[in-house]
């Protein structure tokens, strides 16, 4: 695609609730990032994958959150038994994965927890 | 870990003036350093980068400059604008597998 697209663009949701926000990166990107970021904050670091896999899952917050990419291209974000703490706006982000390489992010998802 | 420090958390200016937001960084070996720029309700977006082969470098307004002794790297602004205004993050790439560590921000206000 002409850009990194995610979906649902909102998302709300009742508490308890699983909640998967999608990720389709730029194609041919093989580095995908996960973020969180509440109103007003900065950008909250939960995963990152290069290719299928994740060197670097350090960032999620608990584990009622797990992220899967399959071939390399989509990626899911899961949220089980949502609680309202949760509540934010998800920005996906790609790039080439190689050296020196911008990142570029989705319109994000932003996700309710009522 | 690896990890990107980022100052101020605010930052005040009057129009027309210039604004500085500097970063630091950890890995030694890092060689790629960009400056995003996020306005409210959008997504963040690239407006310039440096890569660890140059000390400084300008697009129209906007400057960076990097030291790579004290590993630290700067954004200036010079004749601020209303449109301006925005929150502005830093990054550095991790030389082991390239993976981007954030700074955690700086929100820019122009006062006109």
């Known amino acids: 695609g002409a850009g990194v697209s995610q979906s649902p663009s909102n998302k709300v949701t009742e508490k308890g609730k699983d909640v998967e926000l999608r990720c389709d990166p730029i194609?041919?990107?093989?580095?995908l990032y996960w973020y969180r970021q509440s109103l007003g904050q900065g950008l909250e670091f939960l995963i990152y994958f290069q290719g299928n896999s994740a060197p670097d899952k350090s960032g999620l917050p608990s584990d009622r959150f797990s992220a899967e990419r399959t071939g390399g291209s989509v990626s899911t974000l899961t949220i089980q038994r949502t609680q309202q703490e949760d509540s934010a706006v998800y920005l996906c982000?790609?790039?080439?994965?190689?050296?020196?390489?911008?990142?570029?992010f989705g319109q994000g998802t932003r996700l309710t927890v009522v | 870990g690896e990890n990107v420090e980022q100052h101020p958390s605010t930052l005040s200016v009057q129009e027309g003036d210039s604004a500085v937001i500097k970063c630091t960084y950890s890995d030694s070996a890092s060689n790629y350093f960009p400056w995003y720029k996020q306005e409210l309700g959008k997504r963040p977006q690239l407006i310039i980068d440096i890569r660890s082969n140059v000390g400084e470098k300008k697009d129209q307004r906007i400057a960076v400059t990097l030291n790579k002794t004290a590993k630290h790297f700067s954004l200036h602004i010079t004749e601020t604008q209303p449109e301006d205004s925005a929150v502005y993050f830093c990054?550095?790439?991790?030389?082991?597998?390239?993976?981007?560590?954030w700074g955690a921000g700086t929100k820019l206000i122009i006062k006109p």
């Open positions: 990054a550095a790439s991790i030389s082991s597998n390239y993976q981007l560590i």
């Open positions: 194609s041919g990107h093989t580095a």
């Open positions: 982000a790609s790039s080439p994965g190689v050296q020196n390489t911008e990142a570029f």
